[in-house]
């Protein structure tokens, strides 16, 4: 078994101004490949304390990742620290300074001074190619009591980092035997304590695992399984990924890499989209823009504007633009203005004492020219951000339960959230059954 630890470097990670997707992204990769990762830890740029933290790391791990701190600048301190970690005194590498300042001078460039700490490396490190970058990594082999462990340095900027990773690192690494086959289902409309309640003992055995974790478009179930090869590894995962699939199918929506816009645009099927958002700053535009079925969109709080996208003066004057009717109408409007199959609309009160209040509103064809229509009712608490993002997640799920055949099920209520819902069908499609939401 490898044990692994991960050190991310900045003050800037530290204090939270920058989100720290390094350390995500090398978790996930050490996990698929059977490497065991018992720490991450975050330190500003202080030389003794990253130097204390390398120590003790290489004490407890048999690799130990260092992402960030490999810039030009003094307060990049990582190389130091980890000569120091080691008592190894850096020199500049003739190859690595003939390659920095070849970078430079390729873009008409003199290179500074002060880049040439970037051509560093203590005996024990091998330089690793930046081919995006100008900060070559490290990869340090060393021993720790006796105990053979490794070092790696890696550059902070993720599109740097996550190409050398590929190409560089993970050629030089001693991986296990063994191996790691997972599963990620994604769950919408049911708490994550429903559905710890509905896995009962399954939550709370070793191998597979399965574990729970709330995200923004729901709860994800990931299951995992490791043995010594993949084909054992996916005959115990099968068993228990499939008892997970059939506990949770009625909240199901995808799994892996799928995304909850992709499932809602899988559902279309050929149908044409268009959206009408009224108090949501385009987020949900956002999380549709890359789809192919989305055709067109109006984004606007212009009461004028609305009007002539379908909102009735009447509706605007009596209920407001918050409400059921509005959202109902937009829907339709956005069919009939921006020349869509389906329409859909959401309006969003994000201020005043109705904050935390939407609606959203779903307008599909039927056959026969019935149309079928469906809204839904947002009512959770939490800053302008997080009522516009709920917002849209809820919205692509209706429209993706809407659409999908069969209909998806009433969700059971979620832990920490509360959601009136109201789903009618049109009066001209009275005959069909009433509408569910997602």
Known sequence: MLLAE??????????????????????????????????????????????????????RADLVILGGGLGPTDDDLTREAIAAALNETPTEDPAQ????????????????????????????AEALPNPVGTAPGWFVRTTRGGLPKLLVALPGPPREMQRMWREQVLPRLPLPGAALEHTTIHTQGIGESTVAELLGDLTRQANPSVATYARATGVDV???????DRDQAAALLHPVRQRVRELLARWTWGEDDQTLAGAAQGALLGLTLGVIEAGSAGT????????????????????????????????????????EQAARELAAGAREHLGADVGLAVVVAT???????????????QPGGATLERTLHVNWPGDAAQVRERTAVSALSLLRAA?????????????????????????DSAQRPEGRTA
Not at 30 to 42: D, N, S
Not at 289 to 312: M, S, W
Not at 355 to 365: H, I, M, S, Y
């Open 6 to 59: 991960i050190i991310s470097v900045g003050t800037e990670l530290l204090f939270g101004e920058i989100v720290d997707s390094n350390a995500a992204f090398l978790a996930r990769e050490l996990g698929t490949r059977g490497v065991t990762l018992h720490r991450k830890t975050v330190l500003g740029d202080n030389l003794t304390r990253l130097t204390d933290a390398i120590g003790t790391a290489l004490d």
């Open 97 to 124: 300074l003939a390659h920095l300042r070849g970078l430079f001078e390729s873009r008409g460039r003199t290179m500074p001074d002060i880049n040439r700490k970037q051509a560093w490396l203590i005996p024990s």
């Open 222 to 228: 990931r299951v995992a399984a490791s043995a010594p």
């Open 284 to 323: 949900l535009c956002t999380l549709l823009a890359d789809q192919p079925g989305f055709l067109d969109a109006a984004v606007t709080q212009d009461h004028a504007r609305l009007i002539t996208l379908g909102l009735t003066p009447v509706t605007l004057r009596d209920q407001g633009l918050v409400s």
């Open 351 to 365: 201020t005043g004492e109705r904050a935390g209040q939407a609606f959203v509103g779903l307008n599909v064809p």
């Open 403 to 427: 659409l999908s055949d069969p209909p998806a099920p009433t969700p059971a209520p979620t832990d920490s959230q509360t959601s009136d819902s109201q789903n009618r069908t049109a009066p």
